[in-house]
């Protein structure tokens, strides 16, 4: 018995919705993370010095 795919929309509403979750995820890292925001060198907040 074949599994019918669902409708193209349907792919693209769920790509649309991952794509949207990951820009906000990488534009909150870009404003609020350490790294980023502060000005501070990864390797100082790695702790390797």
Same mark, same amino acid.
């Given at each position: 018995?074949? /599994?019918? !795919?669902?409708?193209?929309?349907?792919?693209? @509403?769920?790509?649309?919705?991952v794509?949207?979750?990951?820009? /906000?995820? !990488?534009?909150?890292?870009?404003?609020?993370? @350490?790294?980023?925001?502060?000005?501070?060198?990864?390797?100082?907040?790695?702790?390797?010095?």
């Amino acid at each position: 018995m074949a /599994v019918s !795919a669902p409708p193209l929309s349907q792919f693209l @509403i769920l790509n649309m919705g991952v794509w949207t979750m990951g820009l /906000v995820a !990488a534009v909150a890292w870009f404003v609020w993370g @350490i790294e980023t925001s502060k000005g501070i060198s990864i390797v100082i907040t790695s702790g390797e010095i």
